[in-house]
Nanobody, 128 residues
Framework: VQLQASGGGLVQAGGSLRLSCAAS????????MAWFRQAPGKEREFVAA???????????YYADSVKSRFTMSRDNAKNTVYLQMNSLKPEDTAVYYC???????????????????WGQGTQVTVSS
């Protein structure tokens, strides 16, 4: 499984960006999909996740720091997940990674070590 993340860039505080993660597999159905981020000097942290089954209605796992500002969605037909980021803050600056796994259980969705497949990351920089 190869994951290709894109859509990062430089944006002012209060702005928006939309990240995409395309998977090079027959289908992402059955895969939990997630976004993590890592800021300089910090550990990688959970951002959002979609459960293994279903469509965008199952993308209901969010870190408290992004809840109500970020929205994750998945398009199983396009083998792609998205992260719509609104009201961006300077503290959102990080490299954003998408991850996938087809055997992870729900209680582990927020745990990065449980994911087997990772994209290369896309840089998001929010200026104040």
């Amino acid at each position: 499984v190869q994951l290709q993340a894109s859509g990062g860039g430089l944006v002012q505080a209060g702005g928006s960006l939309r990240l995409s993660c395309a998977a090079s597999i027959r289908t992402i159905r059955g895969y939990a999909m997630a976004w993590f981020r890592q800021a300089p000097g910090k550990e990688r942290e959970f951002v959002a996740a979609c459960s293994r089954t279903g469509g965008s209605g199952t993308c209901t796992y969010y870190a408290d720091s992004v809840k109500s500002r970020f929205t994750m969605s998945r398009d199983n037909a396009k083998n792609t997940v998205y992260l719509q980021m609104n009201s961006l803050k300077p503290e959102d600056t990080a490299v954003y990674y998408c991850a996938a796994d087809n055997s992870i259980i729900a209680s582990h969705y927020r745990n990065d070590v449980q994911y087997d497949y990772w994209g290369q990351g896309t840089q998001v920089t929010v200026s104040s």
